[in-house]
């Protein structure tokens, strides 16, 4: 394991340090201090531990690694990720894996608003409450909300999937509770075993998807838009 | 039978026959209209400034004898590998999408053959791109659609766009027509979907949380490559401002002319602010801030010759960018196509339905048949041919107001011929040292 220190190292030293590793390779990083942009754009796979909070982008555009934060996480968690798995094990602020490609999110904690904004293909799991607008156009990939769901989950969603355990405020333009399917319910197990958690209870969930009533203008809806 | 008295029909200022025509249009269809390009009125322009040539109180250079260097560095604030440019002219942001793979070829070859760069669009880097610009700016979106890491880090330079000049404060559009398997994937959304894309980027919002994103994207890609911000023409003082302050080391300002693959009219003809008037308080902003030339700027919209090139240059300005323009050097609403814009009812130079994918010259489509009329090697062809005639228009000007740069242009050597464009580009009223506002 190799300890990268803020007290003593830059924050591009820290970065070019990851990204330039070695496959494999396993890192900790002491005193963080909610630094910005920390372990963005890593590139293969290897295995990051970040002792306290982070701030703004942390894990950005991540692929193949995996991070775990042992703290809370600024805005912009983990966007635009393409694979690999971050774990937060306290809150995360808003924007948490905006416009996602793929791989796993799991924050143990809260998400704030516009959770999973965009998102197109991550699995975002969220084991305490989301803020308003999240999954607000959101295309492809899945978002699991242990708790309670803000305002306009799902506007304007496209296919991505929202599992719900707690209470929605209430639904986005176009998106609707959907028929929870075998099909869906065993897609939920695969999503949330592959993030390790088996605490749950796969009959609280209910599923939110698209209406697909605004996929293609029509003045009749004028109003919604 | 008393005889009446005989008048001139009289047709209305207000209610025009376009005016006319489009009220009829919103009440037939319930929607409003969609077009592509950049505002069709006539605004105060770079035709409404002269400039002033050499004689006794200033001597010319030599043309065609003595050097005018049209060279140009774009991002050398912060980034180790800025744009190195042989001329002063870039092409502007155009989606592969919204225009046809042989299109975004034919502006990757003619870019490269002259020396300049290209530049990506909503949806992604293709190969085709990547593979025939040599110097490739690759745009984030609010969209994010096709973003990826893989190709930020094979880009030369970051374009974060902010706004673009036919609509400020909108987000783009590109309907179900033009979404074939290919834009579907990358896009990661259904065929055939009208795709809105978003106003506001999805993971911040004002300019302090700018300039953290941009420290995202050095530290994703080493510090290397320039970071752009480009923003829409309405407040060039203030958010030029900002965009230096958040860390740019290029600031694109795309006036109200500058084009788009598809928009509301509404949207294109009444936001935003010409191209002329966004010059100088862009220069201004960073003139204040100690960084002109510096923190390198770039104006588009509207760009058509070499006069144009040289007034945006002697206004302040590092570079320019062209789009339109672009498109028609490459065959856009050429006249041989004139029955078959008429088949559409339009007219050759009236085309602009670029949303709908039936363009005959093969460039705003994904119609395979029609985007082979266009030849990519042709088309780069046409295209360098043209930027190279701007550039010596550029410097046929530049030597006859004495300068050996064509950045060494300056507001002194211009005059205006009207007082709102005197106003505007802060030049005097020709013939006086009449600066209104001053």
Redesign the interface.
């Given at each position: 394991m190799h300890i990268l220190d803020f007290n003593k190292l830059s924050?591009?030293d820290i970065?070019?340090t990851l990204?330039e590793s070695d496959k494999n390779s396993f890192f900790s990083i002491r005193n963080p201090k909610g630094s910005?942009?920390l372990a963005?754009?890593i590139?293969k796979k290897i295995t990051v531990k970040v002792v306290g909070s982070v701030?703004?982008?942390c894990a950005?555009?991540n692929?193949f690694s995996d991070i775990k934060v042992e703290g809370s996480a600024g805005?912009?968690l983990g966007?635009?990720m393409?694979s690999g798995n971050i774990h937060v094990t306290g809150d995360v602020s808003?924007?948490a894996g905006?416009?996602g490609?793929g791989g796993s999110i799991l924050v143990e904690g809260n998400a704030s608003s516009?959770c999973g904004?965009?998102m197109?293909?991550v699995d975002i799991i969220v084991k305490g409450n989301v803020g308003h607008m999240s999954a607000?156009?959101a295309?492809?990939g899945n978002l699991v909300i242990f708790g309670d769901a803000g305002h306009a989950l799902g506007d304007s969603i496209?296919?991505a999937n929202i599992y719900v355990a707690g209470e929605v405020a209430s639904l986005g333009a176009d998106c609707i509770e959907k028929k929870m399917t075998k099909k869906h319910l065993s897609d939920l197990g695969h999503i949330l075993s592959n993030a390790n958690v088996s605490d749950y209870n796969p009959d609280t969930f209910r599923r939110f998807g698209s209406a697909r009533s605004l996929?293609?203008?029509n003045?009749d809806n004028a109003k919604i838009y | 039978m008393k005889k009446k008295s005989i008048t001139e029909p009289r047709t209305s200022h207000t209610f025009d026959a376009y005016t006319n025509s489009e009220i009829r249009r919103a009440a037939e269809t319930g929607i409003y209209d969609i077009r592509g390009g950049g505002s069709k009125r006539n605004l105060p322009n770079f035709d409404d400034l002269l400039f002033l040539g050499a004689s006794i109180s200033r001597y010319p250079l030599e043309g065609y004898r003595e050097a005018c260097n049209t060279k140009v560095i774009l991002g050398d604030r912060f980034s180790s590998n800025p744009l190195n440019l042989e001329i002063p002219i870039t092409i502007a942001g155009m989606s592969f999408g919204a225009l046809s793979a042989q299109a975004k070829e034919a502006l990757g070859r003619g870019a490269s053959l002259v020396g300049t760069s290209t530049t990506t669009g909503d949806g992604g880097m293709t190969k085709e791109e990547r593979g025939h610009s040599k110097q490739l700016v690759y745009q984030l979106l609010p969209s994010r659609y096709g973003m990826n890491p893989d190709d930020l880090r094979k880009a030369d330079a970051i374009e974060i766009v902010v706004g673009q000049g036919a609509k400020p404060g909108g987000g783009g559009m590109l309907l179900g027509q033009k979404i074939n398997d290919r834009v579907a994937e990358m896009r990661t959304l259904p065929k055939g979907i009208d795709q809105r894309s978003p106003c506001r980027h999805p993971d911040w919002t004002g300019p302090d949380d700018m300039e953290i994103k941009i420290l995202e994207l050095r530290e994703i890609t080493g510090w290397k490559v320039p970071i752009f911000v480009k923003v829409a023409g309405s407040r060039p003082y203030y958010d030029v401002a900002l965009a230096a302050k958040s860390g740019a080391d290029v600031v694109v300002v795309d006036g109200m002319q500058g084009g788009t693959a598809a928009t509301q009219e509404v949207f294109i003809e009444n936001v935003g602010i010409p191209t002329l008037a966004c010059v100088r308080p862009a220069v201004r902003a960073l003139q204040e801030l100690g960084l002109h030339r510096k923190v390198q700027l770039i104006v588009s919209g509207g760009i058509r010759n070499g006069a144009d090139v040289a007034k945006a240059l002697a206004l302040g300005a590092d570079a320019v960018s062209i789009g339109s323009a672009a498109l028609i050097a490459l065959g856009d609403n050429d006249p041989r196509y004139q029955k078959d814009y008429e088949k559409l009812g339009t007219t050759a130079g009236s085309f602009d339905d670029w949303h709908e994918g039936l363009d005959p010259a093969g460039i705003t489509t994904q119609d395979k048949k029609l985007a082979k009329r266009l030849d990519p090697k042709l088309g780069g062809r046409r295209l360098a041919n043209y930027l190279n005639v701007m550039t010596m228009e550029a410097q046929t000007i530049a030597r006859a107001c004495g300068k050996n740069d064509l950045r060494n242009l300056e507001p002194e050597d211009l005059c205006a011929l009207t007082v709102e464009s005197a106003a505007m580009a802060g030049v005097p009223l020709a013939g006086t040292n009449w600066i209104p506002g001053t």
């Open positions: 924050l591009r970065n070019k990204q910005h942009a963005v754009g590139n701030g703004y982008y950005g555009m692929k805005p912009g966007e635009n393409m808003q924007y905006a416009s490609h516009r904004i965009s197109k293909g607000f156009m295309q492809k496209y296919e996929y293609n203008f003045v | -």
